[in-house]
């Protein structure tokens, strides 16, 4: 059993308590056991040794009666701090970013996800690495393995650089795939849909949902490194294409951002974007700031966004009531109890009419086969005038209702 102590200070306004939790939660993912919990009131760091070293003999001994394999610290570390504590604890320290970096490396499945991992990892303990001999183990077998560090100490700065460099070259490679197949999906002219949030918000599951497919789904932390696409059939008729993406979390690390931008960037290319959020969550408004925040870092401005309230069967009317007074606007659903998803769909369907172009124009009854043609792309209301033409009121992208038009004046 891998037994661990959770550290942190409290910084400024006791924002500690807003990660506190959440660490505990990542342990819980990769099957730590988390004895307990210390923090000590300051408001930054001992540059030293991260905590004093009055409250550091107190977790020494608490460690050694209870036999704690390791201690992860509710921030990151410098590499003069991990040094120290080690030393002076004589067990491993891990930091949260390590911890999520080690979430990462258990579930990455595809090649993109374990070259975006690897290249994180690098780059993230470069610092700790270089000139540290045991310390190389890190880049191994992950958290309670022993890696090939121990074995070759002559690992050297231009080694790892060149690791890095190598790596991204194969990642270049697969992104380069990604390139020409979202260039189909852009040529394609079907509406683009980025489902976003914070990690176990239920990004996967709702794809799953509105395709008709099974994606893995758990109840735990950054289930999904991998982007999955797929198309759905709208109640207008319409196709759209959905796509999900990796978690959001409360100070993601740059250089995590920078391996997963060729998966992130997707977004980008989106034309809506679907925020979910678990109401269950009682910091859900503080998670959803995290979603615009990253969001923003990745440089997604002013696209068009639905917010999804997930999981509304776990709270009650009261509650729900409540959020809807604050967000009347956004969708309130759940997708394992398959509540108001119609509903979300219909909302989906009247959002890309407010981003589509809206032409009316008089088709003869010979010509409506031409809306049949792109019903796919399109949306269109139509009736009989008095002349027997009919009177069509259309959505759709700007191109295909251009070819409308010019196919109806043949």
């Known amino acids: 059993m891998n037994k661990c102590l959770l550290v942190s200070i409290t910084g400024y306004l006791n924002k500690f308590l807003e990660t506190f939790g959440e660490l505990e939660q990542l342990c819980k993912t990769l099957n730590f056991f988390v004895v307990d919990k210390i923090y000590q009131k300051r408001t930054k760091p001992d540059s030293a040794y991260y905590i004093g070293k009055g409250k550091l003999k107190k977790i020494k001994d608490f460690c050694d009666r209870n036999k704690i394999n390791f201690i992860v610290i509710n921030d990151n570390v410098t590499a003069t701090q991990r040094k120290n504590i080690e030393k002076f604890l004589n067990i491993k320290l891990f930091d949260r970013t390590e911890i999520i970096l080690e979430i990462f490396s258990r579930h990455a499945k595809t090649q993109e996800g374990k070259l975006q991992v690897e290249i994180a990892k690098l780059q993230y303990l470069l610092p700790y690495l270089v000139g540290i001999g045991k310390d190389l183990s890190r880049l191994g077998g992950g958290i309670g393995t022993r890696g090939p560090g121990e074995k070759e100490l002559e690992y050297s700065k231009r080694y790892i650089n060149n690791r890095i460099k190598s790596l991204k070259n194969q990642l270049a490679v697969i992104k ?211 002349n027997n033409d009919f009177k069509v009121e259309i959505f759709g992208p700007e191109e295909i209702i251009s070819k409308i038009l010019k196919e109806a004046n043949k």
Do not use: C, Q
């Open 176 to 386: 380069k795939e990604r390139t020409l197949r979202r260039k189909k999906r852009l040529e394609s002219k079907l509406t683009k849909i980025s489902i976003v949030g914070y990690t176990n918000a239920g990004k996967s599951s709702l794809l799953s949902k509105l395709s008709g497919e099974r994606f893995l789904s758990k109840n735990e932390m950054f289930t999904t490194l991998t982007t999955y696409t797929r198309r759905v059939k709208l109640p207008s008729n319409r196709i759209a294409i959905f796509s999900d993406t990796v978690g959001f979390i409360k100070d993601l690390h740059p250089k995590i951002i920078e391996a997963f931008h060729s998966t992130l960037e997707e977004i980008n290319y989106s034309d809506i974007v679907l925020i979910l959020i678990d109401i269950s969550d009682l910091d859900y408004e503080k998670k959803l700031n995290t979603v615009f925040e990253t969001l923003e870092n990745i440089g997604v401005y002013n696209k068009p966004y639905l917010l999804v309230f997930n999981k509304i069967d776990l709270v009650s009317n009261e509650y729900l009531k409540t959020v809807h007074s604050k967000f009347p606007n956004a969708s309130y659903i759940s997708v394992t109890k398959d509540l108001n998803i119609k509903e979300l769909l219909l909302k989906i369907d009247k959002l890309i009419d407010k981003i589509s172009k809206k032409k009316v124009l008089y088709l003869k009854p010979e010509k409506l086969n031409i809306l049949f043609k792109y019903k796919r792309l399109i949306r269109f209301s139509m009736k009989e005038t008095v």
